[in-house]
């Protein structure tokens, strides 16, 4: 029997829009973000994608949907976490490969039946799985963004990271059966069965879940192309 979650009982649709996360703790955190990031821009962007993963209905709603955790991680891992790395500047220290691999590791290790259910049954678990999800998404992130390694291996690891994901997200769409039993029953109350919410999970992280990388992908692309242009001016 699953205990309850973090963002509370999976709320019914009726529910839905009153069912906001006002945790006391929560909040002050969010403020301290918002105050050490008040002059960058990227940094507020973060603090309000937070607000809506963590304090919007959204908190709620995945603890029914497994399609909404997958948003809510979305948001974690490619958006704040960018946002995040390009508030923090500087130079990245070391190369990507590292940065790609542990954030590789902790997100397919968080989907893996038994750890994800474990974070929606036991609160310290749950931020566990949250702080290592940004955190190492922060670190893969700024490696990428800061790193003075050329345009093109940095976009390689974009790509990966990407890949990675839609891999994951492949994964559990075509998967045979309801791999998660923290969903095993609040799908029906929104008219989902928990494979068909696991697959359309499944779907998000493979396609939508793709377009902040693209982006990246994009501007790195240029930039290569951009040196490739000027090593032939010379």
């Known amino acids: 029997m699953l205990d309850r979650t973090y963002c509370g009982p999976p709320p019914f649709p009726a529910d839905i829009w009153t069912s906001w996360n006002l945790d006391p703790l929560l909040l002050i955190a969010l403020v301290i973000l918002t ?18 993963a963590f304090v919007s209905p959204l908190c709620a ?4 949907l497994f399609s909404a955790r997958v948003v809510h991680h979305v948001l974690l891992v490619a958006g704040a976490a960018p946002l995040l790395a390009v508030a923090l ?6 190369g990507i490969a590292m940065p790609f691999a542990v954030s590789t590791l902790i997100l397919w290790a968080w989907h893996a039946p038994a750890a994800y259910d474990l974070a929606l049954s036991n609160v ?35 790509v ?21 039993a923290a969903h095993a029953v609040a799908p029906f109350d929104w008219g989902l069965t928990p494979l068909r919410d696991q697959q ?10 793709g377009l902040p990388y693209a982006a990246t992908a994009i501007v790195l692309a240029r930039q290569s ?6 090593n032939r001016a010379w």
């Open 160 to 180: 990966a990271s990407f890949a990675q994901m839609g891999m994951l997200g492949a994964v559990l769409t075509f998967a045979p059966d309801a791999l998660y």
């Open 61 to 64: 709603l995945s603890a029914a």
């Open 89 to 94: 500047g500087g130079r990245a220290l070391g």
């Open 124 to 158: 310290a678990v749950y931020w566990l799985m949250q702080i290592t999800l940004l955190g190492s998404a922060v670190w893969f992130w700024h490696s990428v963004i800061a790193s003075d390694g050329a345009p093109v291996e940095r976009l390689v690891f974009v």
């Open 200 to 209: 359309l999970g499944g779907l998000i992280m493979w396609v939508p879940a």
């Open 225 to 230: 192309w951009a040196g490739l242009r000027d």
């Open 35 to 52: 105050i050490a990031v008040r002059r960058e821009p990227a940094g507020l962007a973060a603090v309000a994608v937070l607000i809506v």
